[in-house]
Every structure is written in C-alpha cells, then in structure tokens.
C-alpha cells in the first residue's frame, strides 16, 4: 500500500533527492585527460588569465592531472569568479554547495550562483532556482525558484527544462499545467536527461498531460533507471511489482528498488523498510529493515522515524530500547508526522518511558487529529483531565 501511494504522490516528491546539480564546464575545451601542463597552467593563472585559472579549479575538483583537492579547487575557481569568470563563479558555487562539510557555506553559494546566473549561466540559474524551492541558504520562494529554473529552461538547459517540468506538475510558482509539464519533459527526456525521462514516464504512468500508457510508461522509466537515476529506478520497479506496462516480477521490482535506495533515494529506502519490516515478498528480517529505515530517517523521513519507532517499542527482532523509540517518535512528531503523535501522546497518557503528562498528551493527540480520528482518545482523556489541564490544554 505505501509503494501504491509513494508512486501516486511521485510528483510531488520528485526532487528529493534533488535534481541533478548542473555544472559548468565553461566555453573553454575541457580536455578530458589525465595530464595536463600544470607548470604552464599555474604560470597562466598567477598572471590573472582566467581560462587558466578555471581549468585548474577543474583540475583539482575532479582529480584530472593532478589529486583532487577541494580547497585548491575553490581557491582557482574563486580567482576566476573574481574577475567575473561566470562559469567559475557557478562551480564555485556548486562546492559550496555540495562539496565537503568542512567547505560547506550555502550563503556563499547563493551570492555565488546569483552572480553566475545574472551574467546568464543556465547551471548557476538552475541551481539557484533549486535553492529556493527548498529555502536553502535564502527564503523559500516558489515564484523566486519558477524565476530561476525558467531562466535555466529557456537557454535550453535538459536539467532546466526537467526542473520547470516538475513545477508545471505540481502547480508550485506556476498555475498547474500538465500539457505543459508534459511538453517540457519530453523535451528534456529526449536530450537523454534521465530526471526528465523519469518524469515522463511518471507523467504517463498517472495520465497526467496525456492518455494513461503504461508501455510508454515502462519504456520512459527503463531509460531513466539504467541512466541510475533513482526515481527512475524506484518507479520501474513498481511497475514490475504491479504488472503494469511489463510482466509483473517482484525480483526484478526488488533489485530496482535496492538500487534506488543505494543511490539514495528516500522513499525507496522507505519502501525497502516496509518490505523487509513485513516480509512482503521477502522473508520478514528485521535487521534489514532496521538498516533501511535509519538511511531513510537521516535523509529526514518521519515515517521510517515511526516505524522503526514501533519495532523497537515492541522489541521485534531488535530487543526492546523505549528510550530511542520514544526519541525517534518525538523526532518525527515535531516534524508533523500524525502516527508519531498518536503513538507517542499515548505513551504520555500511560507514563511509558516518558513522566506522565496529561496536557501534553492531549496537545499530540489534537496535533494527530488533523489526519486522523482521535475523537474517542480526546474524549476519553479529556474525562480524567482535571478542570487546570484542561485549560492548559486549551
């Protein structure tokens, strides 16, 4: 039932993980070889030529001639992106980004991206539109993120046109088009982006934009997943799974959602969680679902949070461990997740691995009932509440 529901609502998750970050490789020839005239080179960039300086940021951020080190990436990068060197200042900005921890400073992409893009790279508009989707490093801004990604988009950008894609899908920065949606991932789909194949295939999965095709869908999804795009990946094998636009083979649907969660994809580590949790086509193990829902919960999942919650209260397979079941359910009830409140205001109720707390019991279980029926446990709590915690309840 959760794979069911995951690919109904795919759209709407499709950028977590994200989007594939695009990357400049400037209008300069990148040679792809692993020598380069680095004495030359450095002579180059010491004397402020630019093209030289950005080839070796390259260099040293991707290991080509010489052994990768990000810090002397950004320090060529950063003399270039001085001189206004846009392609520079965009992968200046991608490893502030997404580079290391130690390096991380998403106020330092965000100034770097907006240079980039302004000066018109497609990849710093993109990137920077991505950002606001999220509400990273800048305020969230879904008509900031549309202003960015179409940037991206109308400069032809495969990466743009898949993002904007998704923003026609689900109606955010932009009125809901699915024709529109549709038109910007074939396009995309057809530059051989595999977030846009993925997207497509969906989109005819759902009928969304057009007839509902499960072939076409299968065919879409089959590119994106062996490009080892993981929506593209988790999809497929839910098609698998269910039979539809293919012949229906768990094996295989198993295999593709291993892949999707290896490479990070939240809901099929999610998905494998449950799988492995209830023995569904597999032999019940614990421990394996156990392993799948903590990668899912440091990806920020509430529901693997939950479940995993559940097997530690109730000591399956694991041993009972209250205390990181009452923290894992507390976890995910702060972020809204409705059984974490439910599970944990009961817990309140009963003084379980908690100091019993009536009031914060019935604020849970109010927070729960905006998805679920809590009217009994309300009523029933609210008959042993005192005249006091009841209106500090309110």
Known sequence: MRRELLLITLL????????????????????????????????????????????????????????????????????????????????????????????????????????????????????????????????????????????????????????????????????????QALKLARKAAKKNNPQAQASLGILYAKGQGVPADATEAVRWLRKSAEAG?????????????????????????????????????????????????????VNVDYEEAANWYRRAIDQGDTFSATRLGALLFEGKGLGRDLQEAVKLWTWAADRGDAYAQFNLAQLYVTGTGVNRDLVKAHSLFTSAGEKLDVSKQLSKLSSEMSQDELARAQ
């Open 229 to 281: 795009n993981p929506v593209g990946q988790f999809a497929l094998g839910f098609m698998h799974e269910k039979g539809r636009g293919v012949k229906e083979d768990f094996q295989e649907a198993l295999r593709q959602y291993r892949l999707a969660g290896e490479n990070g994809f939240t809901q099929a580590q999610a998905a494998l969680g449950q799988i492995y949790e209830l023995g569904e086509g």
């Open 12 to 179: 709407l998750t499709i950028v977590h993980p994200d989007f594939a970050r695009a990357q400049s490789f400037s209008t300069t020839s990148i040679q792809k070889s692993s020598r380069i005239d680095l004495k030359g080179l450095t002579k180059k960039a010491n004397s402020g030529d630019t093209v030289a300086q950005f080839k070796l940021g390259y260099a040293y951020q991707f290991g080509q001639g010489v052994d990768k080190d990000v810090s002397e990436a950004i320090r060529w990068y950063r003399m270039a992106a001085n001189y206004g060197d846009s392609s520079a200042q965009a992968n200046l900005a991608y490893l502030y980004e997404k580079g290391p921890e130690a390096v991380k400073d998403l106020g330092e992409a965000v100034k770097w991206y907006t240079r980039a893009a302004v000066s018109g790279s497609p990849e710093a508009a993109l990137n920077l539109g991505l950002l606001y989707l999220r509400g990273q490093g800048v305020a969230k801004s879904s008509a900031d993120a549309q202003h960015w990604i179409r940037r991206a988009a109308d400069a032809k950008c495969p990466e743009g046109m898949a993002a904007l894609a998704y923003l026609y899908a689900t109606g955010l920065g932009v009125p809901q088009d699915p024709q």
